[in-house]
């Protein structure tokens, strides 16, 4: 794997295809083992989490179902100023055993925002599998149930991630050169 360069910044590998492909068979063995029984619901945040999810959910052996969101903020009233809305939630939560698939938690501020939304309907249960964690990111504090890796804080790129919109066909996860 060699370097890359994307617009203004050179990034170099740190996470192999194979390794990734590694750690989400073992979540998925985990979530297998732990949702026996259960027919839980995935719920997929775009655009990030598309690579993941599909890896993932490849893997999982129980009737579960998967749908995908977006989340958008738009101008709230002045009190309550930026709101963060989910697009494409069509399914019921109500009563669903629920687990969130997210690229990559980072200040933690949009799982931060959006959860308590999800926990107003009142789902069975509510987990968090991510596969990126930059704790020392961490500004607003989720509760995460599964990661794949946690890494530094430093800008990712590929399998999912992009810089500007590029890079996410990558296969394998680089890293953002020299800055810490
Ligand atoms: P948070 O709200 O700060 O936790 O960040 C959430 C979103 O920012 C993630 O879902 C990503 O889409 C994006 N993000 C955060 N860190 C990175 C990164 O290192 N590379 C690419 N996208 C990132
Ligand atoms: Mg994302």
């Not at 598309?50 to 009737?63: N, Q």
């Not at 987990?127 to 990126?132: D, S």
């Not at 961490?138 to 800008?155: E, G, L, Q």
């Amino acid at each position: 794997m060699p370097e890359l360069t994307l617009f203004d910044k050179t990034f170099e590998p740190y996470l192999p295809e194979s390794l990734i492909q590694e750690k989400i068979k073992e979540m998925a063995n985990v979530i297998n083992t732990d949702y026996k029984g259960k027919k839980p619901l995935f719920i997929a945040i775009l655009n990030g989490s598309f690579m993941f999810a599909s890896d993932l959910f490849k893997s999982i052996e129980l009737e579960a179902e998967i749908c995908f969101i977006k989340l958008a903020s738009y101008k709230g009233t002045k009190s309550s100023g930026q709101v963060l809305t989910a697009i494409g939630l069509d399914t019921d939560i109500n009563d669903r055993h629920i687990i969130i698939l997210e690229d990559i938690i980072d200040t933690g501020k949009t799982l931060n925002e959006f959860l308590p939304q999800l926990q107003n309907q009142q789902p069975a249960s509510l987990k968090i599998a991510v596969l990126l964690h930059k704790p020392d990111a961490t500004v607003f504090p989720v509760k995460i149930d599964y990661c794949c890796f946690s890494i530094p804080n430093r800008f990712v790129l590929g399998y999912g991630l992009d810089y500007d919109g590029y890079g996410r066909n990558l296969k394998e996860i680089y890293q953002l050169k020299g800055a810490e």
